[in-house]
């Protein structure tokens, strides 16, 4: 069974930093580019970021360059999204997802798999 299961979301206060993970099981990991993409209450679901499938090219929404780091350890199947000085409106559920095809698109139907999100709740 294809999953990927996010963890390490919480509530932070505004300037603090968190790193989530996405744990892959029931897939060649290593095969998959794979993008975070986060949605807001009210809002449509964003892209954030991704990664090549070795790790060599990573790619940011405007809005977390120089905050957000996306990383992968495809011995452990994980990718990772680590956030640093948070803020408010990054509040949203965070999803990771995997693409098979693409490597660095922010079109959320590029990815074919997908989890079920960590809430990431940032306060002021």
């Known amino acids: 069974q294809v999953q990927l299961v996010e963890s390490g979301g919480g509530l932070v206060q505004a300037g603090v930093s968190l790193r989530l993970s996405c744990a892959a099981s029931g897939l060649t990991f290593s095969a998959y580019n794979m993008g975070w993409f986060r949605q807001a209450p009210g809002k449509e679901r964003e892209y954030v970021a991704a990664i090549s499938r070795s790790g060599a090219d990573t790619y940011y929404a405007d809005s977390v360059k120089g905050r957000f780091t996306i990383s992968r350890d495809n011995a452990k199947n994980t990718v990772y999204l680590q956030m640093n000085s948070l803020k408010p409106e990054d509040t949203a559920v965070y999803y990771c997802?995997?693409?098979?095809?693409?490597?660095?698109?922010?079109?959320?139907?590029?990815?074919?798999?997908w989890g079920q999100g960590t809430q990431v709740t940032v306060s002021s």
């Open positions: 997802a995997a693409s098979r095809l693409y490597s660095g698109s922010y079109r959320s139907n590029d990815y074919n798999v």
